[in-house]
């Protein structure tokens, strides 16, 4: 399944590394939320891309917008990769069942069992207004998804 700019965003429930459940839908109406896939934690691309929302915070996560960022790592492993990077914004577990998530989104590389690099800039409405699916060792610019928010706020 491939989701497309303009389509209403899947609703997930996932759990966050604190073992919190976090649902998209709960932010309806509220904010703006950047859906962000991402391959795994540990990793020099995606720690490195989870570092410039966590620097960059007051940019992401504020009044208007939510960053949730997604992975098949388990839980206990965001938890870990959370503190040792000071990351503070939700880093969500799709890892049971593998990939749910992932693949309503059309961000799972089935043959390697992982995310992609993806990422869903949807607005208040639970609307998708831009995306991006990059191959995992591509890495996305943070600036864009501050312009595609600029244009929805």
């Known amino acids: 399944m491939s989701i497309s700019v303009g389509d209403l965003a ?4 996932l759990s966050n590394q604190y073992g919190e459940s976090v649902t998209l839908s709960d932010y309806r109406g509220k904010k703006n939320v950047v859906v962000m896939f991402y391959p795994f934690a540990f990793t020099g691309i995606c720690t490195g891309e989870l570092c410039t929302i966590r620097d960059r915070r007051p940019d992401f996560i504020n009044d208007t917008t939510e960053v949730l960022s997604i992975s098949c790592d388990s839980a206990p492993s965001l938890k870990v990769f959370s503190e040792q990077e000071n990351l503070t914004h939700n880093l969500l577990s799709d890892f049971y069942p593998h990939g749910a998530v992932a ?3 059309g961000a799972f590389l089935e043959d390697k069992g992982f995310a992609t690099r993806a990422a869903f800039v949807i607005d208040k409405d639970g609307v998708v207004r831009w995306s991006v699916i990059n191959g995992p060792g591509e ?6 998804y501050l312009a595609a928010l600029a244009e929805i706020n």
Do not use: E, G, H, V
Not at 10 to 13: A, E, K, L, S, V
Not at 139 to 144: E, I, L, S, V
């Open 10 to 13: 899947p609703d997930f429930t």
């Open 103 to 105: 693949q309503q989104y």
């Open 139 to 144: 890495a996305r610019n943070a600036d864009d």
